[in-house]
């Protein structure tokens, strides 16, 4: 069976390598980039605690060692049995479409210039401007798990006043409040300015237009406010939910489509899957086995969400080498070192098996 997987991120990287233990899967993989990279870990690289080494690992001599084809091309769209790519077209039994998300600037004025750190390379410009530039005033725009994170890491290694603007009334919105209440303090005590209920109305040349009519002076501005689909995703004609794909209980859209990671919205037993790097690699560990199953002829198992809007599962970094955990309702705040180890060894292990 000819599986050719969209995308080699983690999501797609990880199916790859536990697709590669059933032999009787043909194995494709298109993805433009040459390398897998650890999302997790851009904070950290903008701080430059980590480098591109320590959090990549290049996709070809991984391909080579599991017996996957390495296309380095853009999917730009699905034909019946086809992925249509730049230069090539690639035939299929099953598609496994795993393109991510793209950052969401929300038609804002002026947003798309601002800083992002959503790739790699928008990651490396930020850390670039830094290095050359010394900044003293920085607002990070959005506090979820990314701005909350790039916030902690700046306010450690820089010698910059750092700004964190949140429309909601509270820092890390989607999470329950007691740790929105914990990180808020954390953020305070490690000097970065928390301003909540001011939404960013434009990106000016001398700073952050605000909803109360203020101008927020600054000279770097990094956008962590959101994401949407990628363009892939939106040029495809299969049923979706707010532009993400929408998969059954086997994280199909298609009986030939499999959709995993930030791309997908899989809603199964009433629980709605986070965007996460964690559920990412569930539903791709998950559907290396339910392909295997395909392949013989066997009943697909359904999948079950871990890391729920309603119920989250995270690891959180505050800087200085400490992380909070979020498990549900509960949030873990000590021994708060330890959990940052436990963090770290997490996110550097993902890479380290692709080496
Ligand atoms: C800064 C940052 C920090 C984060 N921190 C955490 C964290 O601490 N914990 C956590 O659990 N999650 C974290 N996340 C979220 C996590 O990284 C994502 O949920 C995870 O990467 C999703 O995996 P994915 O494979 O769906 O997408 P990605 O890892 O983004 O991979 C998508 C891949 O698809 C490729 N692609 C896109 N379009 C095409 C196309 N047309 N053709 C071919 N290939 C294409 C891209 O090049 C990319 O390699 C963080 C995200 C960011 C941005």
């Keep these: 069976m000819r599986v050719v997987v969209v995308g080699g991120g983690i999501a797609g990287a990880e199916l790859i390598r536990c697709a590669s233990a059933h032999e009787a899967l043909e194995l494709v993989l298109i993805e433009p980039k040459p390398r897998i990279e650890c ?3 851009y904070p950290e690289l903008l701080s430059g605690k980590v480098s591109v080494e320590d959090i990549t690992a290049p996709l070809k001599p991984f391909c080579e060692r599991v017996g996957a084809t390495l296309i380095s091309e853009r999917a730009i769209s699905l034909e019946e049995g086809v992925v249509v790519c730049e230069r090539s077209r690639v035939e299929y039994d099953v598609v496994v479409v795993a393109t991510g998300a793209t950052q969401n600037y929300y ?5 798309e210039r601002a800083f992002s750190i959503h790739t790699l390379e928008h990651a490396l410009r930020a850390r670039q ?9 920085i607002v990070i725009v959005g506090s979820g798990l990314t701005g909350v ?5 700046l306010a450690e290694s820089l010698d910059a006043t750092i700004y964190i603007v949140e429309m909601m009334d509270r820092v890390l919105p989607t999470f329950p409040e007691r740790t929105s ?10 000097g970065v300015r928390v ?3 001011l939404g960013v109305c434009a990106i000016e040349e001398e700073g952050v237009a605000l909803s109360d009519g203020s101008v927020l002076e600054c000279d770097m501005v990094i956008w962590t406010a959101g994401i949407r689909p990628s363009s892939f995703v939106e040029s495809l004609s299969l049923p979706k939910r707010n532009g993400w794909l929408l998969t059954d209980r086997y994280l199909r859209v298609r009986e030939d489509v499999f959709v995993i990671g930030d791309n997908a919205w899989v809603e199964v037993d009433g629980k709605i899957a986070t965007k996460t790097g964690m559920e990412a690699e569930r539903q791709a560990r998950h559907t290396a086995e339910n392909l295997a199953r395909l392949e013989r002829g066997t009943p697909l198992f359904p999948y079950r969400v871990r890391a729920s809007t ?3 599962v995270a690891l959180i970094s505050t800087g200085c ?21 436990v963090k770290s060894w997490i996110d550097r292990s993902f890479i380290r098996r692709f080496r």
């Design 39 to 41: 999302q997790a870990l």
């Design 107 to 111: 038609g804002i004025r002026g947003a």
């Design 129 to 137: 401007f830094i290095e050359s530039h010394s900044p003293e005033r």
């Design 149 to 153: 994170e790039t916030a902690c890491e």
């Design 181 to 190: 209440s914990l990180v808020g303090k954390t953020l305070e005590s490690r």
């Design 195 to 197: 301003l909540t209920s």
């Design 310 to 312: 309603d119920s989250p």
């Design 321 to 341: 080498g400490c992380a909070v955990g979020v498990y549900g309702r509960m949030c873990i705040t000590m021994p708060s070192r330890l959990i940052y180890a």
